[in-house]
């Protein structure tokens, strides 16, 4: 089943990406006998046949997962997100800190450890990589003197 | 006599102070990572990538650097295996099979410095292999023609179809997806935007570094944080034992034997060390003169095998990327990508073009071997050391490496949601039985694949007949129809034989 459903949404896009391949894509002019749609046009027809294939045959049925975990992904996948989006406007130091000690913490450390952790990990990142290896990191919230 | 003066022009590169450090340096992090339970040399290549890309090196320095992790990691991957019995990717499984069990009677002080001595010979053989067989191949591939490229193109996609995954028709869609992904942004030959939607941060096409961290780093993570194993592993001891001279004269003819078979299925389009190690063990099992019973119980050539056989794999992978610019497994996949955002086009003319790039890598690798093989007898305990880091810890870690390395190179926030997206893209395809190596080689190879289609029906002026024209196409044609029938012709009669027996 969740094989027929990933594969319905492959083909979804790959008729979307299908249908910007023979109608949309156009060269204004052009020298050579392939444009710029002849690939795409290629590769939806395969595509659309693999699709196809997995939809008619599918091979994994379920997938499982119980709901412990799945709340544990959500909140990986949100907190990589917000991790994301602090990242330019707290800073380096500031967001890894959060991020590190809220992951360490989600999965399992105490508070205290996750804490050290995540302090540890904002400020030797940041030596290691803005200082030691003159990588481009944002200061954010600390920028003047970090 | 050409052999001789491109690997003295070789060593020259990699013997430059700056280099000779980056290849310590890269095996010993690639040491590290390979160590770590989970961890492969593909997701450590692909976590430290653009970090070695921010650091500003020469390209050859960069490669230099980043083949060290690799095989580096490829080395490490069997500590985890012997001591854990938990292989850290695909390729360390077999490892596991005699490894754990000596470790398990108090030898593990054996097992591992007698692996590291089978990995050093792998690895060694396979460089020089590489010295003899690049430059030939490189300059036989120089004559191909871009009808006979798309012919290779072909070819290297049907044997990926036909032996990596379970299910080839995946694989293949697999492919499909990475072909499609790399058709995003403008095109080159006409200057036509295609599948941007307007989007500003993606008329380049989407960056190389963001579908490699993205799949390969941060699916990972999501995968570890999904898998994640509460209860402490058991850690064995290292104990005092070490390798005898007499453990290597043993099992002398099975390094020697599986580090070949090791090359040559690392040459092949698609395959490395997984299938590598599995071939292996399974030849010296069916050679064992006791009929392969003392397999899986601790045998040091059952441990040997797969570990000269990935090695090998490893090294032989390097051949098709760095003489025609296709790469032989994911890793080599992500390296040649490193070479392109370097500017640099790998295939038949780099020998001659950049000789510095290809026979300085291949100094370095004759270099890391004999550093890996010294850092790894003594230090084993070190390594070991990492196993016991904690996922709970290790995991964050993860995603900070990859958004330092993301952002460090464009500082654009926006490709830090593309990597999540695409993390989450990639873990959804492995929970589905996709492998994610077909996926980074398609996006490797779109552009090729496109650009010489489209210049062959240029030569031709649109005519097709072109593609099977040459004897180099054909004999490629033949070769991938071959590749794809043995395997299901070879599954037939044995399903017909089994129905028989019953």
Redesign the interface.
């Known amino acids: 089943m969740?094989?027929r459903i990933?594969a319905a949404v492959?083909l979804a896009v790959v008729l979307g990406?299908g249908i910007?391949a023979f109608a949309v894509?156009?060269?204004?002019f052009?020298y050579?006998?392939?444009?710029?749609e002849?690939?795409?046009q290629i590769?939806t027809v395969?595509?659309a046949l693999?699709?196809l294939?997995?939809l008619l045959k599918p091979?994994?049925s379920v997938?499982t997962?119980t709901g412990g975990?799945g709340i544990?992904?959500v909140v990986?996948?949100g907190l990589?997100?917000a991790?994301?989006w602090a990242?330019?406007p707290l800073g380096?130091i500031v967001s890894?800190i959060i991020?590190?000690a809220a992951?360490?913490f989600m999965?399992?450390?105490s508070a205290g450890r996750a804490i050290a952790?995540g302090v540890v990990?904002g400020v030797a990142?940041y030596l290691i990589?803005a200082w030691l290896?003159?990588?481009?990191?944002?200061g954010g919230v600390l920028g003047d003197w970090a | 006599m050409d052999v001789i003066s491109g690997l003295s022009s070789g060593f020259a590169v990699a013997l430059l102070p700056l280099n000779l450090f980056l290849v310590l340096v890269g095996c010993f992090a690639g040491t590290l990572i390979g160590s770590l339970p989970g961890i492969g040399p593909i997701n450590g290549v692909a976590i430290l990538l653009p970090?070695a890309y921010?650091?500003?090196l020469p390209p050859e320095s960069a490669l230099i650097l980043l083949a060290g992790i690799y095989y580096g990691a490829e080395y490490g991957g069997r500590i985890s295996s012997i001591l854990l019995n938990v292989p850290g990717d695909a390729g360390a499984v077999m490892t596991t099979l005699d490894g754990n069990p000596l470790a398990r009677k108090g030898e593990a002080g054996r097992a591992l410095s007698l692996s590291a001595v089978a990995s050093f010979c792998g690895g060694t053989i396979a460089v020089i292999l590489m010295s003899l067989f690049g430059p030939l191949l490189a300059s036989f591939a120089v004559t191909f023609s871009p009808a006979d490229y798309v012919a290779l193109m072909v070819f290297a996609f049907a044997s990926l179809a036909s032996l990596v995954g379970?299910?080839p028709?995946?694989t293949?869609?697999g492919a499909?997806?990475g072909?499609?992904l790399a058709?995003i942004g403008i095109?080159a030959?006409?200057?036509?935007a295609?599948?941007t939607f307007g989007i500003p941060d993606i008329l380049a096409g989407i960056d190389f570094l963001i579908v490699v961290i993205g799949l390969f780093g941060?699916a990972e993570?999501?995968h570890m944080?999904?898998v994640?194993v509460?209860g402490k592993l058991k850690l064995l001891p290292i104990g005092k034992s070490f390798v005898s001279w007499r453990d290597i004269m043993t099992v002398k003819w099975t390094i020697l034997r599986s580090s070949l078979i090791g090359f040559f299925i690392g040459v092949l389009p698609g395959t490395g060390a997984s299938v590598a190690s599995a071939v292996t063990y399974g030849t010296e099992k069916r050679l064992d003169p006791d009929g392969g019973r003392t397999f899986g119980q601790g045998n040091i050539r059952g441990l040997a095998a797969p570990e000269a056989g990935n090695n090998g794999a490893a090294g032989g992978a390097m051949v098709p990327m760095l003489t025609l610019g296709i790469p032989g497994s994911g890793t080599t996949a992500i390296l040649l990508g490193a070479l392109l955002l370097f500017n640099v086009q790998p295939g038949p003319l780099m020998f001659e073009m950049r000789p510095e790039i290809a026979w300085g890598l291949i100094a370095s690798m004759y270099i890391g071997n004999v550093a890996l093989l010294v850092i790894n007898l003594p230090m084993a305990g070190l390594f070991a050391r990492m196993l016991t880091i904690?996922?709970?810890?290790l995991?964050?870690?993860i995603?900070?490496l990859a958004?330092?390395g993301v952002?460090?190179v464009v500082?654009n926030?926006f490709d830090?949601?593309m990597i999540?997206a695409l993390?989450?893209f990639g873990w959804?395809l492995r929970?589905?039985?996709f492998a994610l190596a077909p996926v980074i080689l398609g996006f490797v190879l779109g552009g090729l694949?496109?650009d010489n289609?489209?210049r062959a029906?240029?030569i031709s002026?649109?005519d097709w007949s072109i593609l099977v024209s040459s004897g180099n196409s054909i004999v490629l044609y033949g070769l991938a129809v071959l590749i794809v029938a043995v395997p299901v012709w070879l599954a037939r009669r044995q399903r017909s034989r089994v129905a028989t027996d019953g």
Not at chain 1, 32 to 36: F, H, I, N, R, V
Not at chain 2, 189 to 192: A, I, K, L, Y
């Open positions: 969740a094989d990933f492959v990406y910007m894509i156009k060269a204004p052009q050579d006998p392939l444009g710029p002849t690939w795409p590769l395969a595509a693999c699709g294939y997995v091979d994994v997938m997962m975990t544990r992904l990986t996948i990589l997100a991790y994301a990242y330019e380096f890894t991020y590190s992951m360490a999965l399992g450390g952790f990990s990142g990589g290896l003159d990588l481009n990191l944002p | 970090i921010g650091l500003g379970k299910n028709i995946k293949l869609l499909l997806m072909l499609m058709t095109d030959n006409t200057g036509v295609r599948y941060m993570l999501i944080v999904e994640q509460s904690p996922q709970k810890y995991t964050p870690l995603a900070v958004f330092i952002y460090s500082g926030p830090l949601y999540i993390g989450l959804v929970k589905l039985d694949f496109e289609l489209r029906l240029s002026g649109g």
